[in-house]
Nanobody, 124 residues
Framework: QVQLVESGGGLVQAGGSLRLSCAAS????????MGWFRQAPGKAREFVAA????????YYADSVKGRFTISRDNAKNTVYLQMNSLKPEDTAVYYC?????????????????WGQGTQVTVSS
């Protein structure tokens, strides 16, 4: 129903920046919010940031607040994650996802469609 295509991952040195993009296609009418999650090897998937599709309200994990910025382009059905001041602990596979309803934005189980993931590696 909804397809998500991510791009922008790569390798960067600590202190550097990357911008991730996620374009949604298909039946996107019911999207309430889009979010970014990340998962490092052997660790659980964790919330990074989210943005409501209509109002643009943003939410951030404490670990990235002040460094990452989530934004959206409704005309392009695309969400972005600008990542600045990257740290080695930011290394993970980053996934974008869509949320069709509910009130929680930081719980992965509440999202219904997911992208393929893009690798972000930060070297020290």
């Amino acid at each position: 129903q909804v397809q998500l295509v991510e791009s922008g991952g790569g390798l960067v040195q600590a202190g550097g920046s990357l911008r991730l993009s996620c374009a949604a296609s298909g039946r996107t009418f019911g999207i309430y919010a889009m979010g970014w999650f990340r998962q490092a090897p052997g660790k659980a998937r964790e919330f990074v940031a989210a943005i409501s599709w209509s109002g643009g309200t943003t939410y951030y994990a404490d670990s990235v607040k002040g460094r990452f910025t989530i934004s959206r382009d409704n005309a392009k059905n695309t969400v972005y994650l600008q990542m600045n001041s990257l740290k080695p602990e930011d290394t993970a596979v980053y996934y974008c996802a869509t949320k069709s309803g509910g009130w929680r934005v930081n719980v992965a189980d509440d999202y219904n469609y997911w992208g393929q993931g893009t690798q972000v590696t930060v070297s020290s």
